[in-house]
Nanobody
Framework: QVQLVESGGGLVQAGGSLRLSCAAS????????LGWFRQAPGKEREFVAS???????HYADSVKGRFTISRDNAKNTVYLEMNSLKPEDTAVYYC????????????WGQGTQVTVSS
């Protein structure tokens, strides 16, 4: 069973920073490509950041230069460092696991709320 556990969401003022974490089992971490998606109220879920093979980060245009995805292999954890946050970044952020880079995720975490106030 694949479990993805997100943490680190919260309320922050515009211009602030947050770091999200996604913890997985060792098997999940090595078997799947992990990334981040988000869903704002009334909108469809959208891609935020992920790794392409072998471990090159890839970002949505809306977050390039502000968000950084990273991974700690020893902790089986993927992070999303979010800086210069904007109110339009407000969403539920989901960690996701895909079989291959560029393919739709097959597993999702429970999500963590990020709220950016103006």
């Amino acid at each position: 069973q694949v479990q993805l556990v997100e943490s680190g969401g919260g309320l922050v003022q515009a211009g602030g920073s947050l770091r999200l974490s996604c913890a997985a089992s060792e098997r999940t971490f090595s078997r799947y490509v992990l990334g981040w998606f988000r869903q704002a109220p009334g909108k469809e879920r959208e891609f935020v950041a992920s790794f392409t093979w072998p471990a090159i980060p890839h970002y949505a245009d809306s977050v390039k230069g502000r968000f950084t995805i990273s991974r700690d292999n020893a902790k089986n954890t993927v992070y999303l460092e979010m800086n210069s946050l904007k109110p339009e970044d407000t969403a539920v952020y989901y960690c996701a696991a895909a079989d291959e880079a560029g393919r739709p995720p097959v597993y999702w975490g429970q999500g963590t709320q990020v709220t950016v106030s103006s």
